[in-house]
């Protein structure tokens, strides 16, 4: 006979590896928590707290006078938006109470049905060619947007051979980055550029800058959430920090430097470049991401109208960071209509958008710098970066709490209240 502490045990191992596959999917801390107390309430307990963070969950399972705390972790975080989905979709649907053995028959089936949609050759083309959107928005040439989708693709190939042989994530990171680099030089050298197209290096490695994490430790923060927040705010600058070292240790040895500044929308001409690119680039993004088609073609909208009002207030005089703000907050307030009218979580249609607006010039110019010790021009580049990056982070934020009741007001999934019909 299955003591009934076996049997809530049993119970709450699914609802947390609920958690653990949501956690590992990329998403924040506040859809985890939301996920695993819905299942929890159709498993029937009184009460759950949990402690979320990007690689652990610790939480605590109440049913009547009995209680259960249990810790897993993970040692690999990364970004699946189609397992999102799934596990958002499995949550959402249940309308009865369930057991353990059903929810684990569903996690099997998710597990085994939801995984990579796209082939590295797929991938190898979609990072290029976003990084090449780059190039363009940052107002380099064509000889260099060519070099960039060179460059970069070479540079996912690598790091993608490295993450199907489970290689440590800055292994393939900081591989990446430097191959992208020394491909980009190889070109230079080859066919004799100037290196006048040696600054456009830059764009090459932008494919390796973690804007989901980066964006989702901004959404959780601003809900207090430090648990979730500040870990996956780390992970983030710890990617971040490997591929800018990687790069400022390359471009030492090549004599490469990266952009000054970056130029800002000098005729209304560029609008139309623009648009191109910001859709071609937010879709390579979002290929990255494992996004179904369907999310693809929504963030790509999403973010191409996002940036478009973003640079097209910044030609207006706007400083960059009101433009940065106004473009996130657009993406956010977008992306609500979208994800309801498509039913897909509104994380991977709204982050996938807001990446094509991070300044990863910046990020590349502020480590380049202080590798020579011009600290003034690192700490400035530095600041630039971080304060855009915040600024776009705002406004999806603001969209949130303009659009989602229960986020605004912090109203959580009540176990004891009746499942929905």
Not at 152 to 170: C, I, N, P, T
Not at 200 to 224: E, K, N, T, Y
């Amino acid at each position: 006979m299955e003591s009934a502490q076996h049997r809530m045990g049993v119970e709450a191992d699914a609802v947390l590896r609920l958690g653990m596959l949501l956690m590992g999917a990329g998403t924040g801390g506040y859809r985890v928590i939301r996920a695993m107390k819905r299942v929890a309430r159709a498993l029937g307990f009184d009460r759950l707290d949990a402690s979320i963070a990007v690689t652990t969950i610790t939480c605590t399972f109440h049913k009547g006078d009995d209680f259960r705390t249990i810790v897993a972790t993970q040692d690999s975080p990364g970004v699946d938006a189609s397992r999102i989905e799934a596990l958002e979709n499995l949550t959402h649907g249940i309308r009865q109470q369930i057991t353990a053995e059903w929810l684990n028959e569903q996690l099997d089936e998710i597990e085994k049905m939801v995984v990579k949609r796209w082939s590295l050759p797929v991938l190898v083309v979609a990072a290029g060619l976003a990084c090449a959107s780059f190039a363009v928005l940052n107002h380099f040439t064509l000889v260099d947007a060519l070099m960039v989708t060179v460059a970069a693709a070479s540079g996912q190939f690598v790091r993608g051979m490295l993450a199907k042989k489970h290689a440590r994530q800055l292994a393939s990171v900081a591989a990446g980055a430097v191959t992208a680099c020394l491909m980009y030089w190889v070109i230079i050298e080859l066919f004799g550029l100037t290196q006048a197209a040696a600054p456009g290096f830059v764009a090459s490695v932008l494919f390796v800058v973690p804007g989901f994490p980066l964006f989702s430790a901004i959404i959780d923060l601003s809900r207090f959430d430090f648990a979730a927040g500040i870990s996956r705010l780390a992970y983030a600058v710890t990617l971040i920090a490997t591929a800018t070292l990687s790069v400022a240790l390359v471009s030492w040895m090549t004599g490469m430097e990266p952009p000054a500044h970056v130029p800002q929308v000098a005729d209304p001409h560029f609008f139309i470049r623009a648009a191109v690119a910001s859709f071609v680039g937010v879709a390579g993004f979002a290929f990255l991401f494992n996004s179904s088609r369907r999310m693809v073609g929504i963030a790509a909208v999403t973010g191409t109208v996002g940036n478009l009002i973003r640079l097209g207030l910044v030609y207006t005089g706007a400083t960059m960071y009101a433009g940065a703000f106004v473009g996130g907050l657009a993406i956010g307030l977008i992306g609500w209509v979208a994800s309801k009218k498509a039913h897909i979580p509104r994380t991977t249609t709204t982050v996938p958008a807001a990446v094509i607006m991070i300044p990863g010039p910046s990020m590349f110019a502020s480590i380049y710098a202080l590798n020579l010790g011009d600290m003034q021009m690192g700490v400035t580049a530095a600041a630039t970066a971080a304060l855009t990056v915040l600024a776009i982070g705002i406004g999806m934020v603001t969209a949130r709490m303009l659009t989602d009741r229960a986020w605004l007001f912090g109203r959580h999934i009540d176990l004891d209240a009746p499942l929905p019909r």
